[in-house]
């Protein structure tokens, strides 16, 4: 019990850190040393589908319908880690969100693996 409380009382102030590291995850590949493999029609066309998802999610957020959101995060990411590998800053970004999602229903047990996931991939491609 004193474990989860002390998650609850972390995840809040983890959240904004890697909030923060989502935002440099959006920097362009190019500036953040990564080079960007070339994509087919149909990868771009899957990359426009998850960022259309993403900005659902965001809207769905601030409405506070977090249930709603989460199938549509998960989509997201299973986009995102088919077409740009597992450990790409993007999948980091929606990692986050998805935790954020989770953690905003009190679900601490899913909301905190995902938040950890989201902040070694960020340490490891941002540095």
């Known amino acids: 019990m004193r474990g989860n409380a002390l998650i609850k009382r972390a995840l809040p102030s983890a959240v904004t850190l890697i909030g923060v590291i989502g935002l440099l995850a959006q920097v ?3 500036v953040a040393g990564q080079a960007n493999p070339p994509q087919s029609a149909q990868q771009s066309a899957e990359l426009e589908e998850a ?3 993403s900005e659902q999610v965001n809207q769905l957020y601030n409405q506070g319908q977090y249930a709603a959101a989460i199938p549509l995060a998960e989509q ?3 986009i995102r880690e088919k ?3 597992p450990e790409h800053p993007d999948v980091a970004t929606i990692l986050n969100n998805l935790g954020g999602l989770y ?3 009190g679900n601490f ?3 905190e693996p995902l938040l950890q996931r989201s ?3 960020s340490e490891k491609v941002l540095g």
């Open 28 to 30: 362009p590949a190019t």
């Open 51 to 53: 960022k259309r998802l």
């Open 76 to 78: 997201a990411l299973t």
């Open 83 to 85: 077409v740009l590998g």
């Open 103 to 105: 953690r905003e229903q």
């Open 109 to 111: 047990s899913k909301a």
């Open 119 to 121: 902040l070694a991939i």
